[in-house]
């Protein structure tokens, strides 16, 4: 007789633990919109940029009288980093939250799905982050993106190299992440066509930590740049790895993401000296409230912020502004609201048009930026620049040898 | 009619009207993914609770499925729906693979090779692009929005799954499962062919989570190699899955599906987000000291223990009164 009664408990358990939770609503004087970050995993140190980032705008955005009335909720939620709990995530922001629309999405995976089951449901999504071209490539008209594609990414460094560094050889290492893959790709494709050399395209494992076999393969080969494209612990690998081997190329370039983080400085010291990496913001852009932002985020958390957290504060300033000039909350008008939205934000104008194949999309330009003495420098575009590029770079002698 | 009949047209009934009663998508959702665990968690317990084959590697054959799934829809045009069946069959193929290397060892051997054989796996769905697309991942737009339909075949294949192991058991081929578990040597020396049972049981558990794997890409309608080859998100959760629920039990998978799906998401989402915002922050250390609670206290699973637990309630419920 014990697994009958166990088997009747269980169901009952089961419908009661599904069931409750179903009642809870809010107030009908906020206006709710749900963001999709990954908190916890190996991206959350992205997330939690973003998300002081968008809590700090939503602070200032109701305390300036919300929106028509009423007070903007954001209801962020973790994804964890994977695709299929950023699925449930979404659904449940759009089935149980009932949000008006859809923000956030950090990695191009999670967007990516994130963005499928948007479209599906009509729920209008802002990404802010997640910079996979198909995202806004897929003919999706429910999806709007804030951030430039990962194949543009690296339009200013091209620039910089045609105009500074006339590289004749590359390699190019990066992590095998839809991100990695995708940005290593399009960097490789360009090289090509400037008729720079590829002489490496590699991919590394996710969490890997001894870069050494690949790093003496690249020493052999002896290119003028090595490229990366890396998230933050792998950035601050490569590049100690590389010091140790006294691995010398003209130059060190990122590919954004991990190059840029102030924790690039703290894990990788001084072998994080002089290294460029691309960038889509700085806080000396002449955008208005660009400075305004990175002082008061280093006034509050004592440390400073980055393009990431740019792209989350003024992404929230977008949401305001559609919720605000949509006639109603219902997804046909307030999609209609982002597909007119013309505003400056602290990362640059947005407007989202349609190009080639891109649907919906923010066009913006990038930018570089240099580790001079422990801080993050605009070196190119030159006429933007707070310091001069540093170039040639006596790699021995920055590190100390 | 005894009670035992009448439990189980309690919980037909439940499953049967889930979706028609609950509306929400949301928790139609996660009754699927648990759905979907009972079958991968199932078919790990044939293999390891009753063959005692210990596999560490099931993210082989689920992610098999997916991707045989996935690739005959955008190579060749074939319906997902159909990819399910040719899933199971891929999975079994690979599974011959597998059991010809890794059913040569035993124990922890065993356990180790179907490890490094989920990793590689991985590493081939991560590397060869022109098949797989790689990091890439693929996308298929799901064949219905509803989620009703995919609840119902979500639910026929853990039954099917459940009962035919079940049935399986009372079949010589069961007792064969449990004497080569019990003692191999012996079992080979009362003439039977060890290898061959340790085969069948291998390819059962591959087809069964190679039907899983192929329901999840109808249903999420994304994978990519990290995803459906995770040694954490689906070897190490097979495992789980089944300790928890209670190994070599018909029904303990079954429970410890809901249970890991029902408990990672009430700490993730904070209790639906009726509690403290704090839970949702500690959500994967709280699911770790429950997974160790349970290995410590209930070694058996909720199933094999449920004696203790129902004695440790009666007790709590005597001394109250």
């Known amino acids: 007789m014990r697994k009958p009664n166990m088997l009747i408990g269980f169901a009952l358990l089961v419908f009661v633990c599904f069931s409750f939770g179903a009642s809870f609503s809010m107030a009908a004087d906020t206006v709710k919109v749900g963001i999709v970050l990954p908190l916890t995993g190996p991206q959350a140190k992205f997330g939690e940029i973003e998300k002081i980032s968008f809590d700090m705008a939503l602070d200032e955005i109701n305390a300036a009288g919300g929106i028509q009335g009423k007070t903007l909720e954001l209801i962020i939620e973790d994804d964890t980093g994977r695709p299929e709990v950023g699925r449930s995530v979404v659904e449940k922001l759009i089935t149980k939250d009932k949000v008006v629309m859809i923000g956030g999405g950090y990695s191009s995976s999670v967007t990516y799905a994130v963005a499928g089951v948007c479209q599906q449901n009509r729920m209008p999504f802002l990404v802010n982050t997640g910079s996979a071209d198909k995202i806004t490539a897929s003919g999706w008209d429910y999806i709007f993106r804030l951030n430039p594609p990962v194949s543009e990414y690296a339009s200013a460094i091209e620039s910089l190299l045609g105009q500074v560094i006339k590289p004749k050889s590359i390699a190019i290492l990066h992590e095998n992440s839809l991100f990695g893959t995708k940005g290593a790709n399009s960097f490789a494709k360009r090289c090509k066509k400037s008729g720079y050399k590829v002489a490496l395209k590699q991919g590394y494992e996710h969490g890997g930590i001894d870069f050494k076999p690949v790093l003496i393969r690249v020493k052999q080969l002896n290119p003028d740049i090595i490229y990366m494209v890396s998230y933050i612990m792998d950035a601050s690998l490569l590049m100690k790895q590389s010091k140790e081997l006294k691995l010398t190329p003209k130059m060190f370039i990122g590919g954004a993401a991990g190059f840029t983080l102030p924790e690039f400085v703290q894990n990788a010291g001084v072998a994080s000296e002089k290294v460029i990496s691309a960038t889509l913001w700085h806080q000396v852009l002449p955008y208005p409230g660009a400075m305004d932002y990175y002082d008061k985020f280093v006034a509050r958390f004592k440390k400073p912020t980055e393009y990431h957290g740019a792209e989350a504060y003024a992404a929230c300033y977008v949401i305001a502004d559609v919720l605000d000039r949509a006639p109603s909350f219902t997804n046909i008008d307030i999609k209609k609201a982002l597909s007119e939205t013309d505003i400056m934000t602290i990362f640059g104008p947005v407007r989202f048009v349609s190009y080639g194949k891109m649907k919906n999309q923010n066009r913006l330009p990038t930018y570089v930026v240099q580790w001079i003495d422990g801080k993050l420098e605009l070196v190119w575009p030159a006429r933007l620049a707070t310091k001069k590029l540093e170039y040639p770079v006596d790699w021995l002698k920055t590190w100390g040898y | ?321």
């Open chain 2, 1 to 321: 009619m005894n009670t035992k009949n009448i439990a189980f047209l309690v919980a037909g009934v439940v499953f049967l009207s889930f979706p028609l009663v609950i509306h929400s998508d949301y928790y139609q959702h996660l009754v699927i993914i648990a759905l979907m665990w009972v079958v991968i968690g199932s078919s790990w317990n044939l293999l390891a609770g009753y063959t005692g084959l210990v596999s560490f590697g099931h993210a082989i054959f689920f992610g098999t499925g997916a991707y045989t799934a996935g690739i005959l829809f955008t190579k060749v045009g074939i319906s997902a729906w159909w990819g399910m069946m040719f899933g199971g069959i891929a999975s079994m193929v690979i599974g011959l693979i597998v059991g010809w290397v890794c059913l040569r060892l035993r124990g922890p051997y065993f356990a180790l090779a179907t490890l490094a054989g989920g990793e590689i796996f991985r590493l081939i769905a991560t590397n060869w692009e022109s098949l797989t697309e790689g990091m890439v991942g693929i996308l298929i737009i799901q064949t219905f929005k509803s989620k009703i339909l995919y609840y119902y075949s979500a639910l026929a294949l853990a039954f099917l799954c459940v009962y035919i192991i079940h049935l399986l058991m009372k079949t010589k081929w069961g007792y064969y499962f449990l004497s080569i578990r019990e003692d191999q040597d012996a079992a080979e020396s009362l003439g039977i062919n060890t290898t061959l049972y340790k085969n069948l049981s291998l390819l059962m558990s591959a087809f069964f989570t190679g039907m899983a794997g192929a329901f999840y890409m109808n249903y999420m309608a994304f994978i990519d190699p990290e995803v459906v080859f995770s040694l954490h998100h689906i070897s190490i959760m097979a495992i789980l899955v089944g300790i928890v629920g209670g190994v070599a039990t018909i029904l303990g998978p079954t429970v410890g599906a809901f249970v890991m799906v029902g408990v990672q998401e009430i700490f993730r989402s904070a209790f639906f987000g009726a509690g403290p915002k704090w839970v949702s922050q500690v959500h994967a250390l709280v699911f770790g000291l429950l997974v160790i609670f349970v290995i410590m206290f209930l070694a058996k699973g909720i199933v094999g223990d449920w004696p203790k637990i129902r004695r440790a309630v009666f007790r709590i419920g005597e001394s109250t009164r």
